[in-house]
């Protein structure tokens, strides 16, 4: 003789919101790429109505770069009621990004503002971004254009450094 437990529809129950709870998180929108241009990326860098802005240039391929990206994270949430914006800015090819920019950023979970620059000319916007920068990545600009001051850092970031480079600019 079968019995059937009094407790099988609330089991089934649990078992379907459960599944539904560990899903859900896929059933969300994967974080937001704008492809962009250098004159968008000029107007994001010099917008006086902005907060200060943190902008880290890196690329999937770039070891150091994707070593480094979870200290911009951090800095985003420990940062998050204060006047700093922190944009990711990938410089992978504008074909990779739904194949290798949106998996990667799905997978870290970034929650950085990016954006993808679709220029394959470097050098005629690098001097334009810092006259120092050589081009290399990982790179941050670290930018407050309401007082026109703004600080390059052409490094990949050890722990900590960061930070202390952002605290430094903001005293």
């Not at 000029?42 to 109505?49: A, F, L």
């Not at 990016?114 to 005629?124: F, K, M």
Request: hydrophobic share 40%; aromatic share 10%; glycine share 2%.
């Amino acid at each position: 003789m079968l019995k059937v437990s009094k407790h099988k529809p609330k089991t089934i129950t649990g078992l379907v919101l459960l599944t539904l709870l560990l899903t859900s998180s896929r059933l969300l929108p994967a974080q937001e790429i704008q492809v962009i241009k250098f004159d968008q990326l000029h107007q994001i860098i010099t917008d006086k109505n902005a907060p200060i802005r943190v902008i880290n240039f890196w690329a999937t391929w770039c070891a150091p770069c994707v070593k480094e990206l979870p200290q911009f994270e951090d800095l985003l949430d420990k940062y998050k009621n204060s006047p700093t914006e922190v944009i990711l800015v990938s410089m992978d090819f504008v074909q990779n990004l739904d194949s290798k920019v949106k998996k990667f950023a799905e997978k870290k979970n970034l929650k950085s503002k990016l954006y993808l620059l679709d220029e394959t000319d470097y050098n005629s916007f690098i001097d334009r971004i810092d006259p120092s920068w050589s081009g290399a990545i990982p790179a941050t600009l670290i930018v407050d254009a309401r007082n026109e001051k703004r600080t390059f850092l052409e490094k990949e970031f050890k722990e900590g450094e960061l930070e202390k480079a952002y605290l430094d600019f903001i005293q």
